[in-house]
Structures are given as structure tokens and as C-alpha cells.
């Protein structure tokens, strides 16, 4: 009995196989039935909202991402929930806002696995990723590039849903070296595939493409999330040679090398558009393009004339390129005025493969029926951003805001009026002082109820209590700091 249970061309061992073959087959159908799209979702890493040509840029050339914009919905407004890269992320996967499970701030990566804050720093486990969502859907998974969401093993993508992985686990990585052990340079820590550290030279942008592309070979027949998770345009500044020539006319260096590492990721888009194509897939994904922040203030990317940069609450900081194509779904060359989120990529996502939705309810909204003309209201009437002490509310178009970085002499709580003033020149507060404390409270009343980032110590900032003091705006309700 012991050797005929083990024998799988028993008449046990056929059993099993025929119904498992009846199971798979029956799964199979359902989904070509249900038709449900593949879904590519494509992250730049720093990108600014101006560097792309369908938002404006003429120096650097673009070409695959403006295409894709012309073949779907461009969102003239698309914010992400975090100004810096792992909330912004954790926002996007979860569809949640991030401080709601307490990584409203980068994870902390040195010293890591000595640290005693590092080990378990990442979206905990009883958060839903996109991944453990569309699986039990009968989607194959993958993410490919950068992760960011946890170096515990426990957090790490084959543990959280995900098929496939090929990246690396933390926040900045150089481009061209990776060592199979781990070092004191977070930047050489290694590249994965699944669970096996690997050694690598090359350049990271091709590879991940190139990647990207052998997923999709693989997947071809059956509904497939493709989470490609880019580095570029991220520092460090290490552009490949095979684009110099699409960039030469730059004459400023910094910018030009720049230039180059978003090329490199347009050819990229490129390849990656071009193999659904060929793999007869094309017409049936959803592709969506963003950014995770706004520019950084120390790098050549641009978000100008948008005020601010990568970490504020300016609409530097968290509007972002971002689009979504679907051929013969979404309208070509569409443009959608009303701000939308990254938190919505989730729940539409989530609809469109018919997955059962989350245990835990979204912050972000399905974004058809607004694409598709189905509504005419906007699909957020408020959105609410937080990190350290820095914070905005942006109500319809109304938002207030303070950030802690800016210069000492612009320290205080500010009010614009984004319709009138998209690029946030004019402070209003002293005009509207009582919009200004309605926003304020509405703001206290959400963040009231966050818990504390669960790796970042120290006491709270009070800059931002002497300056609503002075304005008139002490909250009503007592605000947790998010990382005391």
C-alpha cells in the first residue's frame, strides 16, 4: 500500500492526476469565459511630472510612453498617497492609505538584519498585496525590478502572492554591480531571482525589461499580473552606452545623464508593448504607467511648474505622470481633468479580474465607470497625505498644507485654490482663514486615528504646532505623531 500510494501511474496516482487535470481545465475555462484582461503595471522610480513628452517635455525623447498615453487615458491629475518611495509603493499594492498600517515613512535599511528596527520593517502580513489578491483569481504573478516593501523574509515577494520575482529587495540599487553576499553597501546588495541571491553585471533597466518580456512568453495563455517595478530614474547616475546618441544634443551633464537613464526605461516600455503584441495579448491588458513621487530636489529630474519636490506635499511631491491604456476598451488619446490615485489602481484592478474584493476596505475607488464616462462626479472629493510632520488635505480643490522642509522663512500652514493656482504661488490663508481651520479639522480627524510608523523613533517636530498656533489652526482633536 505504501509503494502504490507513492506510485503516481497507480490507479490512485491516475485518479488523482485526472481530477486535478478536470480541476485545471475547468479553472481554464471559467477564465477564458470571464475574459478577463492581463494587467501590466509599469513604476518609474523619481520620475518628475514634467520629464515625459505628454505632459510637456522637449529635451528628453519619450516616445513609447507618449505612445501609450495616445493609445489610453491620460490623468491630468494623478497623485500618489506618499511624496517618498516605500509609502508611495505601499500605497499603490494594498490600495489602502499606507499610514493606516503604520509605513507612512521609508523603512530603514542600514544595519539591516542587526538593526533592531529593520527585521520585520515592510507591510505587515495582514495587509493584502495586489498579488494575493488576483492569485486566488487564477492570475499568474510577477514582479520584476525594484521591491521595497520588506527585507524580511517573511515580506518578501514570493511570500506576499508573487509568483515570479527578479530584482532587488531595498530602495536604491546601482545599475550595473550586484554581489551575491550581503554588504555594508546597500547599493551592491544583491539581485534575486525568486529566493536565489545572484551575482550581476549589466544594467539593470535592460535586464528588467528584458525580464518583463520573458514573462509575458510564458504567461501568454492564461491572465497574468506583471508588476514591473523600475529603478530608473533613481539614483545612482549611471546611464548605458547604447543611448548616448538620443541624448547628445543635452548640454548640461547631470541632466544629460538623466536623460539617458529615462531612455533607457522608454526603450524599455517600448519592448515591453511590442511583446504583448507579438504574444496576440495586447488587445486584452490593461497597461498603467506612474511615477512613485515627484523630483527629487537633488537630481536633474523636473516636475516644474509644479512647486515642490520629492518629499513635500506640494503637487511636486505626489503628482505624478500616470496613465492607463486598454485598446478598444479605453478610449485613445483620452484625458481625465479630475484627480485620481494610486490607491485606485488596486480596486480597479481587483474588479476587472473579478477577484474577491480585500478583508480590509480600499481607500482608493474603481476607476471605469470614470473612465469609461459612466460617472461625471469625481472619484475623490478629498485626499489626504502624511509623512513625518509634513501633511496636506486637498478637498475638491481646495488644499491645505505644511511642510517642514521648506525654507525657515515659509514654515507655516498654507491654503490654495488649485483650480486658480495649479502651481501653488498664492497663499490664501489669511483671505480664507475659515476654509483654512475646515480643512485643518477635517484633516485632524482622519489622522487622529493613525497608529505610530512602526520603525521610526524620536519626539515630533514642533514646528508645525508653533505655526498653526500662530495662524489660528491648533487642531481640535489631539494628533499621535506618527513616529514617537
Not at 504573478?141 to 520575482?165: C, Q, S
Not at 530608473?232 to 541624448?247: E, F, L, T, Y
Not at 496613465?323 to 478598444?328: D, L
Request: proline share 7%; with cysteine.
Amino acid at each position: 500500500m505504501h509503494q502504490t500510494a507513492k506510485n503516481p501511474y497507480s490507479k490512485l496516482g491516475q485518479y488523482t492526476m485526472f481530477i486535478t487535470a478536470i480541476l485545471l481545465t475547468s479553472l481554464l475555462s471559467v477564465r477564458a469565459e470571464k475574459n478577463v484582461p492581463n494587467i501590466v503595471i509599469i513604476m518609474a522610480d523619481d520620475m518628475g511630472y514634467s520629464d515625459v513628452g505628454f505632459n510637456g517635455c522637449k529635451d528628453i525623447p519619450t516616445p513609447h510612453l507618449d505612445a501609450l498615453a495616445d493609445s489610453g487615458v491620460r490623468f491630468e491629475q494623478g497623485y500618489v498617497s506618499a511624496s517618498v518611495c516605500g509609502p508611495s509603493r505601499a500605497g499603490l499594492l494594498t490600495g489602502r492609505y499606507q499610514q493606516r498600517f503604520g509605513c507612512g515613512e521609508n523603512a530603514p535599511e542600514q544595519g539591516w538584519p542587526d538593526n533592531p528596527r529593520c527585521p520585520n520593517a515592510g507591510v505587515p502580513t495582514s495587509e493584502q498585496l495586489i498579488s494575493e489578491l488576483l492569485k486566488p483569481a487564477g492570475y499568474q504573478t510577477g514582479v520584476i525590478g525594484k521591491w521595497h516593501m520588506g527585507l524580511a523574509e517573511a515580506l518578501r515577494p514570493n511570500k506576499r502572492g508573487f509568483d515570479y520575482f527578479y530584482g532587488f529587495l531595498n530602495g536604491a540599487h546601482s545599475f550595473t554591480h550586484a554581489n551575491k553576499k550581503w554588504g555594508k553597501n546597500p547599493e551592491l546588495w544583491p539581485v534575486y531571482r525568486n529566493k536565489m541571491p545572484l551575482d550581476y553585471h549589466g544594467y539593470l533597466t535592460d535586464t528588467f525589461t528584458g525580464e518583463s518580456v520573458k514573462f509575458i512568453e510564458r504567461n501568454k495563455k492564461r491572465p497574468f499580473l506583471l508588476y514591473v517595478s523600475y529603478n530608473a530614474v533613481h539614483s545612482p547616475w549611471q546611464a548605458p552606452g547604447n543611448v548616448a546618441k538620443k541624448v547628445r544634443h543635452i548640454a548640461n551633464k547631470n541632466r544629460r545623464v538623466y536623460a539617458g537613464m529615462l531612455v533607457s526605461m522608454d526603450d524599455g516600455i517600448g519592448r515591453i508593448i511590442k511583446s504583448l503584441k507579438d504574444q496576440g495579448v495586447y488587445e486584452n491588458t490593461v497597461v498603467i504607467f506612474l511615477s512613485d513621487n515627484g523630483a527629487p530636489k537633488s537630481s536633474s529630474a523636473s516636475s516644474a511648474p509644479l512647486r515642490g519636490f520629492k518629499g513635500d506635499t506640494y503637487e511636486g511631491g505626489v503628482r505624478v505622470p500616470f496613465v492607463m491604456s486598454w485598446p478598444g476598451k479605453i478610449k485613445a488619446k483620452s484625458h481625465y481633468k479630475h484627480p485620481v490615485s494610486a490607491l485606485d489602481i488596486v480596486p480597479t484592478v481587483v474588479k476587472l479580474a473579478g477577484a474577491q474584493p480585500a478583508k480590509k476596505k480600499f481607500d482608493g475607488v474603481d476607476l471605469m465607470p470614470f473612465v469609461m464616462r459612466k460617472k461625471s462626479s469625481r472619484p475623490h472629493d478629498v485626499l489626504l497625505f502624511r509623512r513625518d510632520d509634513d501633511y496636506a488635505i486637498r478637498n475638491r480643490d481646495w488644499k491645505l498644507l505644511w511642510n517642514n522642509g521648506s525654507p525657515s522663512g515659509t514654515r507655516k500652514v498654507e491654503l490654495f485654490n488649485l483650480a486658480e493656482d495649479p502651481n501653488e504661488k498664492t497663499n490664501l490663508i489669511n483671505k480664507h482663514p475659515e476654509k483654512a481651520k475646515e480643512l485643518q479639522k477635517q484633516f485632524d480627524a482622519w489622522d487622529s486615528k493613525l497608529p505610530d510608523n512602526k520603525w521610526w523613533g524620536g519626539p515630533k517636530n514642533r514646528e508645525r504646532d508653533k505655526a498653526e498656533k500662530a495662524t489660528g489652526l491648533a487642531p481640535e482633536v489631539t494628533t499621535p505623531s506618527l513616529h514617537s
